[in-house]
Structures are given as C-alpha cells and as structure tokens.
C-alpha cells in the first residue's frame, strides 16, 4: 500500500473526514482534507476583506495564502500564513463562502497543484469532490462516500451541537451547498470509482468496508 493512493469523494455529510482518517489510520497510510484547503482560502479571504462575492477579486488573490496541510491522520493540521486554522475553518461564515471561492478557477487550480505536490509518491488517503476524477485520476483505489439527505443533515447537526434551527435548518444549508457545489464538481461517483451508502451503517462498519475494497484493489 505504500505508493498508494486512495481517493475518497463525496457530499458533505456524508462522514467522509471520519471515514478518511479512520482508514488512512488503520492502514498506515497518511491523510489530506481538500476541503480543509478550500476552507483555509476561505478563511484567509474572509481576514483580508476580499469580496468573496466577487469571482475576480478572489481570482486576483489566489496566489497569496500560504496553505500548510499536516497529513497525520491521528493529528490533521491546517494553517495559512503560519497560523492553526483548524478550528476557524468550521465556523459558519468560512462554511457560508466556501463554496463560492471554491468555484473561482484560478483557487482550484492553485489548490490542485498544492494537492498533487503533497500526494507525491502516494501511500495517502485524499478526501473531497474532485480527487478521482480531477487531482488524482490514476489513484488505486476511488470510493464515493454517500449517505440519505436525512442521515447527511443529522450527523451535520450533531457535529454543529445541535445549533439554531435544527436538523431542518442544516438540511437547507446542505442543500445549498449541494446545488453551488454541484456546478463546479459531479456531486456524482467519477468512473470506475465504488460507491459505499453510509446511511443505515456505523463509523466502524464504514471504515471497515472501505479499507476492505482498498486492500482487495491494491
Ligand atoms: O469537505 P468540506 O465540506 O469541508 O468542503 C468544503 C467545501 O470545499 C465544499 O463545499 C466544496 O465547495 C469545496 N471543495 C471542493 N473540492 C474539493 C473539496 C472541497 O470544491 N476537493
């Protein structure tokens, strides 16, 4: 497994952090969260006061955050300018953005390069939207994580702790999100890549199916 890649895509919610890291843990490979990167832009745009509404002012800044990704899946780190950044990224004006940051060209292809640098020689786990059908189309292994909306707005509000509006409210967030997700990636399995439905399944059981269908590829 050493020169390995494992591409894990999948809808937000689906418990693909949890999965991801699980795996690269229990096979001893190492881990990276795009998303996290998307995020870490995000949130470096939102402290310069870069109009993340505005597709060119984001174009135009692309280039400057210096994005750090650890890839320990027992301690993932993410900093932009020398700063740890891990809880920032998850609060609610960074998750509100991402999307619309993350669908500027000049920011993917920017990530893209950083991500393929940090893949490298393989033997990682690489979660997100884009990794078996754009960053990393010659990986091993290629699994689309996806679960029911219901089971997906759940697990996002427990994380969230419950907060205002409930389930029903994370469900809309979700949704949103899918559908300006959805313009600038297939929120749908890339070819060859084996789909696991987490809905009526346990962490466990999830990491334990898809660490099956790695070793079964490698
Ligand atoms: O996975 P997570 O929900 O943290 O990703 C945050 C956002 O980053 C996604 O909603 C999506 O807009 C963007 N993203 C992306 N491509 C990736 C990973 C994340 O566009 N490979």
Known sequence: LSGMVVAI???SGSGKSSVSRG??????????DTGAQYRAMTYWMLQNKVDVGDPAAVAADAGTPVIVSGT??????IGVDGEDVAVQIREADVTGAVSAVAAVPEVRARLIALQREIIGG??????????????????GAKIFLTASQEARAARRNTENGGGA??????????????????????????????????TELTLEQVIEQVAGIVIHTA
């Open 9 to 11: 895509d999948g809808p």
């Open 23 to 32: 795996v690269a843990a229990r096979l001893g490979l190492r881990y990276l």
């Open 72 to 77: 320990d899946p027992a301690a993932p780190a």
């Open 122 to 139: 393989g033997g990682i786990v690489v979660e997100g939207r884009d990794i078996a059908s754009v960053v990393a189309p010659a990986a």
């Open 165 to 198: 509006g409930g389930v029903a409210a994370t469900r809309e967030a979700l949704t949103r999100r899918d559908s300006v997700d959805s313009r600038t990636n297939a929120l749908a399995a890339a070819p060859g890549a084996v789909v696991v439905d987490a």
